[in-house]
């Protein structure tokens, strides 16, 4: 069974940095395209930024210049590196890949999320 689990994040002063983890286990044959969604309170999830397996990325513009996603395919993790931050990045924020499994077939999962409360 293919698990995805986040972890890094916590509360910290505008301006400051957090580096969130994805870790993906279970049995698997590779992994695709990994991203990071965050959802604020009230609002819908959102893109935050998103890396191929090849090590392509794009960002929304929010983060832009701000954030960094980056991977270790050997370990099967993605990072975020969050500099920057500002109070609108509070949020809950989600990691998700899209994994090929033992069938062949390419799935989806997420993760659990973490939060990320930033205070002004």
């Known amino acids: 069974q293919v698990q995805l689990v986040e972890s890094g994040g916590g509360l910290v002063q505008a301006g400051g940095s957090l580096r969130l983890s994805c870790a993906a286990s279970?049995?698997?044959?590779?992994?695709?395209?990994m991203k990071w969604y965050r959802q604020a309170p009230g609002k819908q999830r959102e893109l935050v930024a998103a890396?191929?397996?090849?090590?392509?990325?794009n960002y929304a513009d929010p983060v832009q210049g701000r954030f960094t996603i980056s991977r270790d395919n050997a370990k099967n993790m993605v990072y975020l590196q969050m500099n920057s931050l500002k109070a609108e990045d509070t949020a809950v924020y989600y990691c998700?890949?899209?994994?090929?499994?033992?069938?062949?077939?390419?799935?989806?999962?997420w993760g659990q999320g973490t939060q990320v409360t930033v205070s002004s």
């Open positions: 279970g049995t698997m044959l590779s992994i695709n395209n």
């Open positions: 998700n890949a899209n994994i090929v499994d033992l069938d062949r077939k390419t799935r989806l999962y």
């Open positions: 890396i191929t397996s090849g090590g392509s990325t």
